[in-house]
């Protein structure tokens, strides 16, 4: 395992989504800048869905504006629908992520629509992204469990994954909503996917709610995935995923990729400051393994 993994960095939109502590537009996007002088040079800095639904991404747009300066990272925005795809352009979105469910229960609650429904919502914000040369990451959720209806077949996860990926998405990012997997399942689910699309353009998106995360991880790696997405601090959850908590934390990642021979060009010290300077602003220190170890140094 001694080639590359890819970190896509999600602080700033799943890690904040769901915090009850209302964070700045400016602190925001200085979080962002932290985190790209940290090394990481893929970020989701935000939101283009209903304010009512998640006031915490109100404003990406100022976000994503208040970043275009940084130089030598992509950015990525959320966008479930035409309306958001054009809010996301008019502020200079270059890549979008669309987000679709491998449940119905989740799909209902998250984006109140059915899977079916929500492809064709899809479809022409994909036809629109092409003709504007914008790439398009696609999102699978619940791949591992869905906090309404349990149980969820690899089967379900590869279908979807490959209506997704046929759309002309150029990643397929798998979540672990809830962080209920385990590394058996992870394989058995990432195996029936990697069946129907390629694996290089497979990414893990797994929740640490049971401390799972880093050992789905490995298994993934083992089979082949090399793209990861976490969260500075572990931050994160999604408000329709009750009782999950953050993305597996970037530092953890880098700690355990670092560990095994893996170059990631992050720079532990910047990352764990960007880590502790938004903790504070949440007023709690992070919860990864990692920053409370080194905090405690
Ligand atoms: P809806 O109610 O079906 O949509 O919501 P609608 O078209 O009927 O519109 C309802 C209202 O929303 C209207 O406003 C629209 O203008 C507005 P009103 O007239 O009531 O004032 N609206 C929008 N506003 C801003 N931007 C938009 C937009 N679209 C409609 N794009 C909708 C459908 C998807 C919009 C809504 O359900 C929503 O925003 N849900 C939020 C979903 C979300 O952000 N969830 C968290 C992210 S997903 C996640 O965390 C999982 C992930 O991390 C992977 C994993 O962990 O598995 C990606
Ligand atoms: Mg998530």
């Given at each position: 395992?001694?080639?590359?993994i890819?970190?896509?960095?999600?602080?700033?939109r799943?890690?904040?989504?769901?915090?009850?502590?209302?964070?700045s537009?400016?602190?925001?996007?200085?979080?962002v800048?932290?985190?790209?002088?940290?090394?990481?040079?893929?970020?989701?800095?935000?939101?283009?869905?209903?304010?009512?639904?998640?006031?915490?991404?109100?404003?990406?747009?100022?976000?994503?504006?208040?970043?275009?300066?940084?130089?030598?990272?992509?950015?990525?925005?959320?966008?479930?629908?035409?309306?958001?795809?054009?809010?996301?352009?008019?502020?200079?979105?270059?890549?979008?992520?669309?987000?679709?469910?491998?449940?119905?229960?989740f799909?209902?609650?998250?984006?109140?629509?059915?899977?079916?429904?929500?492809?064709?919502?899809?479809?022409?914000?994909?036809a629109?992204?092409?003709?504007?040369g914008?790439?398009?990451?696609?999102?699978?959720?619940?791949?591992?469990?869905?906090?309404?209806d349990?149980?969820?077949?690899?089967?379900?996860?590869?279908?979807?994954?490959?209506?997704?990926?046929?759309?002309?998405?150029?990643?397929?990012?798998?979540?672990?909503?809830?962080?209920v997997?385990?590394?058996?399942?992870?394989?058995?689910?990432?195996?029936?996917?990697?069946?129907?699309?390629?694996?290089?353009?497979?990414?893990?998106?797994?929740?640490?709610t049971?401390?799972?995360?880093?050992?789905?991880?490995?298994?993934?790696?083992?089979?082949g995935?090399?793209?990861?997405d976490?969260?500075?601090?572990g931050?994160?959850?999604?408000?329709?995923?009750?009782g999950?908590?953050?993305?597996?934390?970037?530092?953890?990642?880098?700690?355990?990729?670092?560990?095994i021979?893996?170059?990631?060009?992050?720079?532990?010290?910047?990352?764990?400051?960007?880590?502790?300077?938004?903790?504070?602003?949440?007023?709690?220190?992070?919860?990864?393994?990692?920053?409370?170890?080194?905090?405690?140094r």
């Amino acid at each position: 395992m001694s080639d590359q993994i890819r970190i896509v960095e999600m602080g700033p939109r799943d890690g904040l989504q769901n915090e009850k502590t209302p964070v700045s537009v400016e602190a925001r996007i200085a979080f962002v800048e932290a985190l790209v002088a940290a090394g990481l040079t893929t970020v989701e800095v935000g939101a283009f869905v209903s304010p009512r639904a998640i006031p915490q991404m109100a404003s990406s747009d100022q976000v994503l504006r208040g970043v275009s300066h940084v130089k030598g990272a992509e950015f990525h925005v959320l966008v479930p629908n035409e309306k958001g795809y054009d809010a996301a352009r008019a502020a200079g979105a270059e890549v979008v992520s669309v987000f679709a469910a491998a449940s119905e229960g989740f799909s209902r609650a998250n984006i109140n629509c059915s899977v079916a429904e929500s492809i064709e919502r899809f479809k022409p914000v994909v036809a629109r992204a092409k003709a504007d040369g914008v790439r398009v990451r696609g999102y699978v959720s619940c791949v591992l469990g869905c906090p309404f209806d349990g149980e969820i077949r690899p089967k379900a996860v590869a279908d979807l994954a490959k209506t997704l990926w046929d759309l002309g998405c150029y990643e397929i990012s798998l979540g672990d909503t809830i962080g209920v997997g385990t590394p058996l399942k992870a394989k058995e689910m990432l195996r029936a996917v990697g069946a129907e699309i390629p694996t290089a353009n497979l990414a893990m998106h797994f929740h640490d709610t049971y401390g799972q995360a880093l050992a789905n991880l490995y298994a993934g790696m083992e089979e082949g995935v090399r793209a990861i997405d976490s969260a500075a601090g572990g931050l994160g959850g999604c408000p329709y995923a009750p009782g999950a908590t953050g993305n597996v934390a970037t530092e953890d990642v880098v700690y355990m990729l670092e560990g095994i021979g893996i170059r990631t060009g992050i720079d532990m010290e910047k990352l764990l400051t960007a880590t502790n300077d938004v903790a504070g602003l949440l007023g709690r220190p992070p919860v990864s393994r990692v920053a409370s170890a080194l905090n405690a140094r």
